[in-house]
């Protein structure tokens, strides 16, 4: 049977892609953020897991306003990175997992998650800043990866709650299938910022580490965060935590944690970043 | 349609589907951008451009004049704005940065010093106290 062998989180901010593309990871600006990520680059490369759910959402890349699926999970064979506007992002293709993908489309929708099944999807840096992230820059990517897309461009995204049943029935899928797969879970984007508007910039590092403690510790209190919370305290864009607790979902009730890191800013961003694995 | 609570978030606007209705033409035209042929067209006449997507005539100003937050006001969406901010050069901060009044240096200053505090910015009352 396959199982979840690691839970992880981390922002999605497309400035860290572009510093990377263009070899600015040295300069202080940048430094200080992609030597937190060093740790995690080498627990990625030890743990070496058979394939990655990848829990993000597009940013008006492959979903314009024409369709606006709540929840989509990738089941193409792969993926190509989307041209943003300023040309696609230079790193590999993604490799799906359509069999993997298809079971857990079929077992989530027969636990009452009425996904979207998309076959054909660009992805945008939602989904590779964080590959970039975990992997540095390799020829191709280590590992078959599933695109699981949830929107929270138009309000209102899922509710947190929503978000961490959805975590617990992929869980429920990836224990119910039938290869030995070890599976790692990621959930990206926030953590505090707002691109929008008058008050953008808004950081609040209180919340974020506070964010951070309650999704290792006690999730149910994470999850019983309104979405008036998120964007009063941390900025309109800090709704994309809800993603983090469909990691969250699918791990443990209690876990382990293995590895945190938190700085600001990246651009306009807190980026957070936080590894944990099922306590034994 | 709007929700209360998050109307009194001050200089911050919620995305929901009353927004997305009346901009969806406004945001339809800003995907467009994602093509470099489209880019060229709208560089080359932008009111010319513009025709072709039944927007208000103060949406189709808004964007003439890159009144960023007007866009915003009139239906626009950040992920789509940003695209014609792409197409004028503009980085995700430099346009942030115009949303908020300030300059590039400033905001960019702002940023490294922690970003702005959440204190004094939950409620359109703090604001109106200056």
Redesign the interface.
């Known amino acids: 049977m396959a199982k979840i062998v690691a839970g992880v989180a981390c922002s999605h901010v497309p400035a860290i892609g572009a510093a990377l593309d263009n070899g600015k990871t040295g300069e202080p600006y940048w430094q200080p953020l992609f030597r937190g990520f060093e740790p995690s680059k080498k627990y990625m490369a030890e743990l070496k897991p058979d394939a990655i759910i990848l829990v993000y959402n597009d940013h008006a890349s492959a979903f314009s306003l024409e369709i606006i699926p709540t929840f989509a999970i990738g089941c193409a064979a792969s993926f190509p990175p989307a041209d943003e506007g300023w040309g696609a992002r230079p790193v590999p293709v993604v490799q799906g997992h359509p069999e993997l993908a298809a079971h857990i489309a079929q077992s989530t929708i027969l636990d009452e998650f009425d996904m979207t099944i998309v076959n054909k999807m660009d992805v945008d840096h939602g989904l590779t800043v964080p590959l970039s992230l975990m992997y540095g820059q390799p020829a191709a990517w280590p590992c078959p990866v599933i695109p699981l897309a949830v929107n929270v461009v138009q309000y209102p995204p899922p509710t947190g709650h929503r978000c961490y049943m959805l975590g617990k029935a992929i869980r429920r899928a990836i224990d119910s299938y039938p290869q030995p797969l070890r599976v790692a879970i990621m959930g990206t984007g926030g953590m505090s910022h707002q691109i929008s508007g008058q008050r953008a910039g808004l950081i609040n590092s209180k919340f974020d580490n506070a964010f951070l403690d309650k999704l290792a510790q006690d999730p149910e209190s994470a999850v019983k965060i309104p979405h008036i919370e998120y964007v009063r305290e941390a900025g309109a864009e800090a709704i994309e935590l809800v993603m983090w607790l469909i990691m969250r979902g699918a791990l443990d009730e209690r876990t382990k944690e293995i590895y945190r890191f938190y700085h600001v800013p990246a651009s306009n961003t807190a980026v957070g970043h936080i590894i944990l694995e099922n306590a034994a | 349609m709007s ?1 209360p ?2 109307e009194d ?9 009353e927004r ?1 209705r009346k901009g ?1 033409h406004l ?2 035209f ?2 467009s ?2 093509k470099p042929e489209n ?1 060229d067209a709208f560089r080359a006449d932008e009111a010319g451009y513009l025709k072709q997507f039944p927007m208000t005539p103060e949406q189709t100003k808004a964007i003439l004049d890159r009144d960023w ?1 007007k866009m ?1 006001e009139l239906g626009g ?4 704005t ?2 014609l901010g ?2 004028d050069g503009l ?3 430099q ?3 115009k ?3 300030a300059t590039q240096q400033e ?1 960019a200053d ?3 010093a ?5 204190e004094g ?2 409620s359109k009352s703090e604001w109106k106290r200056g």
Request: charged share 10%; with cysteine.
């Open positions: 929700e609570q998050f978030i001050p200089g911050t606007l919620l995305f929901d589907a997305s969806y945001n339809m800003c995907m951008l994602m880019r937050n915003l969406n950040i992920y789509f940003a695209k792409a197409t980085a995700f901060q346009l942030a940065a949303m908020t009044g905001y702002m940023m490294l922690g970003g702005r505090p959440v910015n939950r």
